[in-house]
């Protein structure tokens, strides 16, 4: 069964500083892994995702996630913040085996904070 | 394209009471999800749509909990009767393939008093 764990449940960083949010995960196959984004009373916004190929995958808001297969890790980091980088966000894994069609889980969330 | 629509936005209502919510899906995408966020926690599945038919509610509370897509389209959730647990944002989210990941929408917001 596919897993995610995400290691921190607040992450308090100051504008202009990097960051990285940690996500690792659990799964006998090979996974397609994905992060998100939730911004207050929003739905989630695609940040991300890892199919194949490069292990280092860029994503939208100068975000981007490295894969690690022998850490099976999927952490997400950005080089400088800024305050509207302030949201909820989640890494989220699929082996895509259920019964022949996509599962997807999703973490427990990881909030970033951004203090000016 | 035209995001995914859910309605209400926010929804108050009383132990034991019913309640529905409205999803439409991206145009074109055959697979519809129902999420449950309860606060500080990640969306938990409750049940997956290929077109019309359901191929994952495992984690549906079947007693309380229904759903349908009429049409391969549209689609509603309901809850009767309401439990003071059942507070949560209720997500709908489609999907053209996991190639392409979710399109989520805004949600909505369920408390049970």
């Known amino acids: 069964a596919q897993s995610v764990t995400q290691l921190d449940s607040q992450v308090p960083v100051f504008e202009e500083a990097p960051v990285e949010l940690r996500c690792n995960y659990s799964s006998s196959v090979s996974v397609y892994l994905f992060w998100y984004v939730q911004y207050p009373n929003q739905g989630l916004q695609l940040l991300l995702k890892?199919?194949?190929?490069?292990?280092l995958v860029k994503g939208i808001n100068g975000f981007e996630a490295e894969f690690n297969k022998s850490q099976t890790s999927f952490h997400l980091r950005k080089p400088s913040v800024h305050i509207s980088d302030t949201a909820e966000y989640f890494c989220?894994?699929?082996?895509?085996?259920?019964?022949?069609?996509?599962?997807?889980?999703f973490g427990t969330g990881t909030k970033l904070q951004v203090i000016p | 394209e035209a995001g995914v629509a859910q309605s209400p936005r926010y929804k108050i209502i009383e132990k034991r009471q019913s309640v529905a919510f409205w999803c439409n899906p991206i145009s074109g995408h055959a697979t519809l999800y129902w999420y449950q966020q309860i606060l500080g926690q990640g969306p938990k599945l409750l049940i997956q749509f290929q077109n019309n038919g359901v191929v994952d509610d495992s984690q549906l509370p079947k007693d309380r909990f229904s759903a349908e897509r009429l049409k391969g389209v549209d689609s509603t959730l309901k809850i009767q009767p309401a439990k003071l647990e059942d507070s949560a944002v209720y997500l709908c989210?489609?999907?053209?393939?996991?190639?392409?990941?979710?399109?989520f929408g805004s949600g909505t917001r369920l408390t049970v008093v």
């Open positions: 989210a489609s999907s053209l393939d996991l190639g392409n990941g979710y399109t």
């Open positions: 890892y199919l194949s190929g490069s292990t």
């Open positions: 989220a894994v699929s082996d895509g085996t259920s019964g022949g069609y996509q599962k997807v889980t």
